[in-house]
């Protein structure tokens, strides 16, 4: 796959439906995923465990990204083959997940997304081993007296130089400002939170003269809060998150892929089927989903190799019934 632009490339990932297969969980959480299956969480079932998932057949036409975290870049298959050449040939870009995680904000419980420092030098490796694009997940808590406009305005900040600076290194910046489900605050308070950080990041990347053409936003979307007990439903969770990126995301960003944030896989792609099926956007509303897409998988696999292909199956499936969510084209009756 060759490009000639930043814009290629992103209008590439999230072309004709496609979304991302976000696999770039650290290593610490990947060994939480694990252990909810009683697999132990080495380098060699870290490698394994993404290996099929890169060589799953549906991978093919469905995943136009796929994130990965810094020890996952450099791993190879069983076979000798690396697992960014996997990736490439499924038809898929590699990316590589850049931030180095979250630092308290002094005694609050906010935190700022670190990572900017020796950022050029690390990009520059990444991309020698052929990541094209990255990203940076800033987090952005609900609750009382929060998020605080320091919070927002340090994180966007951080997100925007980031972006800046990944620019320069010829990768397209993946920016994710995500406000937490986690809460039983109102999809009314979910959607303010969203509002603020949607409008102060897009000023921010404004300012550091980002290239809109070759950004990708990962957004949350706009829910109630998970242990609200009154929670939005479908249309309401669809409408509330178009409203809300069209009052701040400009018309020129190629992609919006969400974040699925602890949503069930079915109505990750539920939500995000009904947005599509509303449409009026410029931008394609696709998916850059972490759980979303591998619960099932995980469950199927189990840590043994006899269940790789019931594993690989199950991430098919997800994969292809985000593809056509992300067309408008999905119904609950293709999920059996
Ligand atoms: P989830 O879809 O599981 O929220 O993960 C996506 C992700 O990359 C979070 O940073």
Redesign the pocket.
């Given at each position: 796959m060759n490009f000639s632009s930043l814009s290629e490339i992103a209008s590439y990932i999230v072309s004709d439906g496609k979304g991302i297969l976000?696999a770039?969980e650290s290593n610490p959480t990947c060994t939480k995923r694990f252990d909810s299956i009683g697999v132990e969480s080495t380098e060699d079932n870290r490698r394994d465990y993404r290996e099929l998932l890169f060589r799953s057949e549906g991978m093919k036409g469905n995943i136009g990204g796929v994130?990965l975290f810094d020890e996952t870049i450099r791993q190879n298959a069983a076979d000798g083959t690396s697992l960014v050449d996997i990736i490439t040939s499924q038809g898929s870009i590699p990316g590589i997940k850049v931030d180095k995680g979250l630092q308290q904000i002094g005694d609050t419980e906010e935190s700022l997304t670190q990572g900017l420092e020796g950022l050029d030098e690390r990009l520059k490796e990444y991309y020698e081993i052929g990541a094209k694009f990255t990203?940076w997940?800033a987090v952005i808590s609900i609750g009382e007296g929060m998020p605080s406009s320091e919070a927002i305005s340090a994180n966007m900040e951080a997100l925007a130089e980031y972006a800046k600076i990944v620019q320069n290194n010829n990768m397209v910046p993946m920016v994710?400002p995500?406000v937490l489900m986690d809460g039983n605050h109102s999809i009314d308070d979910c959607f303010e939170a969203t509002s603020r950080c949607l409008d102060t990041l897009f000023a921010c990347l404004l300012d550091k003269e980002v290239d809109i053409k070759g950004t990708i936003l990962?957004p949350n979307m706009v829910t109630s809060g998970s242990n609200n007990s009154d929670q939005a439903n479908v249309e309401e969770v669809a409408q509330k998150t178009i409203d809300c990126l069209k009052a701040y995301v400009p018309d020129n960003l190629p992609g919006v892929t969400f974040?699925?944030?602890?949503q069930s896989d079915i109505d990750a792609t539920a939500h995000l089927d009904a947005m599509n099926k509303i449409g009026g956007f410029n931008w394609k509303l696709s998916f850059?989903?972490?759980?979303?897409l591998q619960q099932p998988a995980l469950k199927a696999w189990m840590g043994k190799k006899e269940n790789a292909i019931l594993a690989q199956q199950a991430l098919s499936h997800r994969a292809l019934m985000n593809k056509l969510a992300s067309e408008g084209k999905w119904d609950i009756s293709l999920e059996n």
């Amino acid at each position: 796959m060759n490009f000639s632009s930043l814009s290629e490339i992103a209008s590439y990932i999230v072309s004709d439906g496609k979304g991302i297969l976000a696999a770039d969980e650290s290593n610490p959480t990947c060994t939480k995923r694990f252990d909810s299956i009683g697999v132990e969480s080495t380098e060699d079932n870290r490698r394994d465990y993404r290996e099929l998932l890169f060589r799953s057949e549906g991978m093919k036409g469905n995943i136009g990204g796929v994130i990965l975290f810094d020890e996952t870049i450099r791993q190879n298959a069983a076979d000798g083959t690396s697992l960014v050449d996997i990736i490439t040939s499924q038809g898929s870009i590699p990316g590589i997940k850049v931030d180095k995680g979250l630092q308290q904000i002094g005694d609050t419980e906010e935190s700022l997304t670190q990572g900017l420092e020796g950022l050029d030098e690390r990009l520059k490796e990444y991309y020698e081993i052929g990541a094209k694009f990255t990203k940076w997940r800033a987090v952005i808590s609900i609750g009382e007296g929060m998020p605080s406009s320091e919070a927002i305005s340090a994180n966007m900040e951080a997100l925007a130089e980031y972006a800046k600076i990944v620019q320069n290194n010829n990768m397209v910046p993946m920016v994710e400002p995500e406000v937490l489900m986690d809460g039983n605050h109102s999809i009314d308070d979910c959607f303010e939170a969203t509002s603020r950080c949607l409008d102060t990041l897009f000023a921010c990347l404004l300012d550091k003269e980002v290239d809109i053409k070759g950004t990708i936003l990962k957004p949350n979307m706009v829910t109630s809060g998970s242990n609200n007990s009154d929670q939005a439903n479908v249309e309401e969770v669809a409408q509330k998150t178009i409203d809300c990126l069209k009052a701040y995301v400009p018309d020129n960003l190629p992609g919006v892929t969400f974040l699925s944030g602890g949503q069930s896989d079915i109505d990750a792609t539920a939500h995000l089927d009904a947005m599509n099926k509303i449409g009026g956007f410029n931008w394609k509303l696709s998916f850059s989903y972490g759980r979303a897409l591998q619960q099932p998988a995980l469950k199927a696999w189990m840590g043994k190799k006899e269940n790789a292909i019931l594993a690989q199956q199950a991430l098919s499936h997800r994969a292809l019934m985000n593809k056509l969510a992300s067309e408008g084209k999905w119904d609950i009756s293709l999920e059996n």
